[in-house]
Every structure is written in C-alpha cells, then in structure tokens.
Nanobody, 124 residues
Framework: QVQLVESGGGLVQAGGSLELSCRGT????????MGWFRQPPGKEREFVAA????????FYPDSVRGRFSISRDNFNKMVYLQMNSLKPEDTAVYYC?????????????????WGQGTQVTVSS
C-alpha cells in the first residue's frame, strides 16, 4: 500500500514561484512512476508533469513546459513540482499520483495511488 501526501500549496501572485512536495510511503516507492495532475475550479482534471521511477525521463504538457519542473528523491520518498512564472490559470487543486505499471503518463486513469491534493491560487 502506498500513501501520498502533498504539501506546499498556497496563494502567490502572478509571476511568482511555488514548490509542491509529495511524500510517499511504502518500500515500493522507488519503483513507482510519479505524476502531478491538477483540477481547476469547475474544470476536469488535467495532466501537469510526470517522472519515471528512476528519474531519467520527465513529461510535461505544452501549458507548463519551460515553467514547471518535476523531480524526485527516492531515498527520502519525495516528489517535487517546482512551478515558476505562475499564471492565474494555474489556479487549481494539485494532486500527486503514482503508477505501479507502465502508464501512459498523461492519463490519470493509469495511476492507482492519489494524494488528497493541495490548493494553489495565483492572483493577478
């Protein structure tokens, strides 16, 4: 069983930065592919970033590429999402997710473990 707990959300002005953290549990953490998703108010969940279990590959949608960066620390069972140049449209609840198979990284349905989410609000 894997549990994920996000932290680091908050209120930030447009153009600012924020780093989200996701702490995992379980001995299998280092074998899990990890992702970040977000759900803006009134909208569907969308893919934000993903990283392979060893950290060698990362994936981003065009909407955040160049502004967001995902990283991981398997020894401490942590995943991070560094968010720079934030925009009001980045406002959402951000979720950490884990996959124990070979996922299509931008599909939420391929992830089996989810955190409770952390709110990020970007003011204009």
């Amino acid at each position: 069983q894997v549990q994920l707990v996000e932290s680091g959300g908050g209120l930030v002005q447009a153009g600012g930065s924020l780093e989200l953290s996701c702490r995992g549990t379980g001995e299998t953490f280092r074998y899990l592919h990890m992702g970040w998703f977000r759900q803006p108010p009134g909208k569907e969940r969308e893919f934000v970033a993903a990283i392979t279990y060893g950290g060698s590959r990362t994936f981003y949608p065009d909407s955040v590429r160049g502004r967001f960066s995902i990283s991981r620390d398997n020894f401490n069972k942590m995943v991070y999402l560094q968010m720079n140049s934030l925009k009001p449209e980045d406002t959402a609840v951000y979720y950490c997710a884990a996959s124990n198979s070979d996922p299509t990284f931008n599909l939420g349905r391929d992830y089996v473990y989810w955190g409770q989410g952390t709110q990020v609000t970007v003011s204009s």
